[in-house]
Each structure stands twice: as structure tokens, then as C-alpha cells.
């Protein structure tokens, strides 16, 4: 089971309170995470990736282990505490501002 922390606003969109849990089948990598995110809360489809080229949208950043893990390569394996369960995936609204 994965763990994912979602920001406020996509929290209230999805409807759920704290983290979301998923099945993730196969390899777990952010696009694996995210495909399963979407397909079970579609209302969320769009708002973490662009609908065409499926890059994360600007102002989300994605976390995992303490890392930054926004500019990986969507495929790249997660870490194993992420795939355990152990640790969440984080996606994270960004701040900013002048």
C-alpha cells in the first residue's frame, strides 16, 4: 500500500482527509503513483499533470525520503521506504512570490 500527502486544495477536491492509500501495481515510480492516484480520484486528472504531455504542473513538487524528487524522471523506481509504505509521497504545493 502507498502513501500519498496531497495539499489542502487537492484534498478538498479528492474529497479525502489525510493520506491517501493506493494499490500500485508493478514498479513503483511517480508515474505508476500518480496513474493510480488519477485513476482512482479522477477528479484530480489535470491538476497534478498536464492532460497532453503529463509533466507535473508548475508549482507542485513531489517528496519522498526527504528528497526532492520533482525533477526524476518519471519512471525512475521510488524510494523503498515509499514502496513499502513506510515513508509517503509527498506532493506539495509550492509558494510564490516578489
Known sequence: MIRVELPA???TLAHVEGDVQLEVQGQVTQRSVLDALE?????LRGTIRDHVTQERRPFLRFFACQEDLSHEPPDAPLPEPVASGAEPFM???????G
Open 39 to 43: 485513476a482512482r480520484y479522477p477528479m
Open 9 to 11: 486544495h487537492l484534498r
Open 91 to 97: 506532493i506539495i504545493g509550492a509558494i510564490a512570490g
